[in-house]
Nanobody, 128 residues
Framework: QVQLVESGGGLVQAGGSLRLSCAAS????????MGWFRQAPGKARDFVAS????????NYADSLKGRFTISRDNAKNTVYLQMNSLKPEDTAVYYC?????????????????????WGQGTQVTVSS
């Protein structure tokens, strides 16, 4: 089992920045990839970014490239999501997820079903 705990959410004005953290514990050696997803009220859970736990290769949602950056600190078993130039439409619950199955399919890395462990989510609210 892998446990994930997100932190760092909050209320920020448009144009501001936030950094989310996701601390992993348990069988972290089984993790292939970590991802961030977000879900706004009444909408589906959307892919934000993912990172290989070992190699550090990254994938981003096209619409978020240049504003969001995913990184990891293996020594701390923690993944980060740096969010800059935030917009009101970035308001959502942000979820951290871990994939212990693995895939070479980039498209699958962007789908919630590829991830088998999830955190409880952290609210990000961007005011206009």
């Amino acid at each position: 089992q892998v446990q994930l705990v997100e932190s760092g959410g909050g209320l920020v004005q448009a144009g501001g920045s936030l950094r989310l953290s996701c601390a992993a514990s348990g069988r972290t050696f089984s993790i292939y990839r970590m991802g961030w997803f977000r879900q706004a009220p009444g909408k589906a859970r959307d892919f934000v970014a993912s990172i290989s736990w070992s190699a550090g290769s990254t994938n981003y949602a096209d619409s978020l490239k240049g504003r969001f950056t995913i990184s990891r600190d293996n020594a701390k078993n923690t993944v980060y999501l740096q969010m800059n130039s935030l917009k009101p439409e970035d308001t959502a619950v942000y979820y951290c997820a871990a994939d212990s199955v693995g895939t070479f399919d980039i498209a699958l890395r962007m789908t919630p079903r590829q991830y088998n462990y999830w955190g409880q989510g952290t609210q990000v609210t961007v005011s206009s």
